[in-house]
């Protein structure tokens, strides 16, 4: 199953993920299994859904299966990014039941969260539908388990903001302060993005209109994000920079108001709950 195109999703970084994930999970071995189940016995297993929501995951199931037994047969019936309703069949796999009793609950925690947060993008995307604002993920993740909610955000229809530190420069508010103000910020940032030769773009925090028109007096700003504002001050803002950089809306931003505030005409919304305030999806996984 191909992988979609995202700097962050490799093979490799995927299998270190799973390597470490079922070292925690197995630890010494599965003796439950290994106890009652002969060697080689042969069974076949389903995922169950018993939620409605956003599928995600199939793809790293699949990966995670293979990792322990690549003679396992997994027929995958939905794809990532499906709708699915309870009583649907998410995939069915055949093969050496110790290897896939060994596998079930790292798919099954991977699966059901990755489907949770794709269903609550999935639902704030679609309350954006015909504004030109992009929902944005931030790193606000489960630790360790950063690359799983990235992609399930991706699967939802919401876009990936940095997945590390390196991947831009984001001035916030500690940043700000710690400079002495955003013009000696920025201009540190430029400095220093200059010096080491870094391609990457510069975003700052700004947490009232005036921070806003000062980032925009330095001229080398790609982003201004709108911190905490109310949506009168958000549109206002969005007035003052007009095309000279992008805006992002972020904090306090909910399923109430962000239509209202994709209204004000930003350019991107952030929203951390999407990986962290979201509700799993429940699956289970039944051998027949």
């Known amino acids: 199953m191909l992988l979609p195109s995202l700097p962050y999703l490799t093979e490799k970084r995927i299998r270190d993920f799973i390597e470490t994930a079922l070292r925690e999970d197995l630890g010494e071995g599965d003796f439950s299994t290994l106890s009652v189940a002969p060697h080689k016995r042969i069974c076949r297993a389903r995922l169950l859904v018993k939620d409605s929501g956003v599928l995600a995951g199939v793809a790293l199931a699949e990966r995670i299966f293979h990792f322990l037994d690549s003679t396992l047969d997994c027929k995958f019936l939905i794809p990532d990014g499906a709708c699915v309703n309870p009583g649907d069949v998410a995939f069915e796999v055949t093969g050496n039941f110790q290897t896939i009793l060994s596998a079930e609950r790292l798919v099954l925690n991977c699966m ?12 704030l995307k679609k309350l954006l539908e015909g504004t030109k604002a992009q929902l944005l993920d931030t790193r606000k993740t489960t630790p360790n388990f950063r ?3 990235k992609w ?3 699967i939802g229809g919401g876009m990936n903001h940095r997945y590390c530190l390196d991947d ?8 700000v302060d710690i400079a002495g ?13 200059q010096i080491h030769n870094l391609p990457l773009r ?8 005036r921070e806003v028109r000062e980032a925009l007096s330095t001229g080398v700003v790609d982003v201004i994000m709108l911190d905490n504002m109310t949506v009168e001050m958000m549109r206002e803002a969005v007035a003052i920079v007009g095309h000279a950089c ?9 399923e109430g108001n962000i239509r209202a505030v994709a209204e004000t005409g930003v350019t991107y919304i952030s929203v951390g709950a999407l990986t962290h305030s979201f509700q799993s999806l429940d699956m289970s996984l039944k051998v027949f």
């Open 112 to 123: 059901q969260r990755m489907s949770g947060i794709a269903t609550r993008t999935a639902t």
């Open 147 to 149: 690359l799983a909610e």
């Open 152 to 154: 399930a955000v991706h």
């Open 168 to 175: 831009m420069i984001m001035l916030k508010d500690n940043h």
């Open 181 to 193: 103000g955003i013009s000696a910020a920025v201009q540190a940032a430029a400095q220093y993005r």
């Open 202 to 209: 510069i975003e700052v925090e700004t947490r009232n209109l």
């Open 246 to 254: 992008e805006t992002e809306a972020s904090g306090g931003i909910t």
